[in-house]
Antibody, heavy 127, light 109 residues
């Protein structure tokens, strides 16, 4: 079965960096785009970033552009989110979510919606 | 770009139907048929209920349906059940970025 397991969250001071990981299993990781989505405590969901199946295309929400970097290692079935210059307002549970994908016999294109989510990892930015 | 606009809360009695609206702009919902809806119970990860405006994933009850008119998408839940009580979020592609709605808390009375 599809599994997405986030790790790397914790408490970090403002201005510092943190790298999140998302270990994927149960599907052909290298065929699908993957997203990061976050949720501040008691607040709604916020889309953060997407990376294409091969890592060649990356898009970010305006709120994290220039500070966060999404990447993937298809040989390790792992997604990453490098977060620099962290701010208190970045405090949130961060989820990785698999793009459902439009798949043919040869390839998948992003469908820009999610069919599987991890359980999330909490990032707290505080001095 | 701003988040999509949803009502903060809706409520209904068991067996009734409710509709949650999600209003965007011509730059997102109005242009793309890439609207999806997610249900989230407290402390849990979200679950997809509708994708591509009105398509239902395998395993999701046919009591859930979606539609779109102009810049507004809607999620309708018929035959309300206690387990439908949750937060609901719409999501739309907006051309290189994507946006969630602010979320709607559904209370089953």
């Amino acid at each position: 079965q599809v599994q997405l397991v986030e790790s790397g969250g914790g408490v970090v001071q403002p201005g510092r960096s943190l790298r999140l990981s998302c270990a994927a299993s149960g599907f052909s990781f290298s065929d699908y785009a993957i997203h990061w989505v976050r949720q501040a405590p008691g607040k709604g969901l916020e889309w953060v970033a997407i990376i294409s199946f091969d890592g060649s295309d990356k898009y970010y929400a305006d709120s994290v552009k220039g500070r966060f970097t999404i990447s993937r290692d298809n040989s390790r079935n792992t997604l990453y989110l490098q977060m620099d210059s962290l701010r208190p307002e970045d405090t949130a549970v961060f989820y990785c979510a698999k793009d459902r994908g439009y798949c043919t016999s040869t390839s998948c294109s992003p469908s820009l919606d999610f069919d599987y989510w991890g359980q999330g990892t909490l990032v707290t930015v505080s001095s | 770009q701003s988040a999509l606009t949803q009502p903060a809360s809706v409520s209904g009695s068991p067996g009734q139907s409710i509709t949650i609206s999600c209003t965007g702009t011509i730059s997102d919902i109005g242009t793309y048929n890439l609207v999806s809806w997610y249900q989230q119970h407290p402390g849990k990860a979200p679950k997809v209920m509708i994708y591509e405006v009105s398509k239902r994933p395998s395993g999701v009850s046919n009591r859930f349906s979606g539609s779109k008119s102009g810049n507004t998408a809607s999620l309708t839940i018929s035959g309300l059940q206690a387990e439908d009580e949750a937060d609901y979020y719409c999501f739309s592609y907006a051309g290189s970025i994507s946006l969630f709605g602010g979320g709607t808390k559904l209370t089953v009375l």
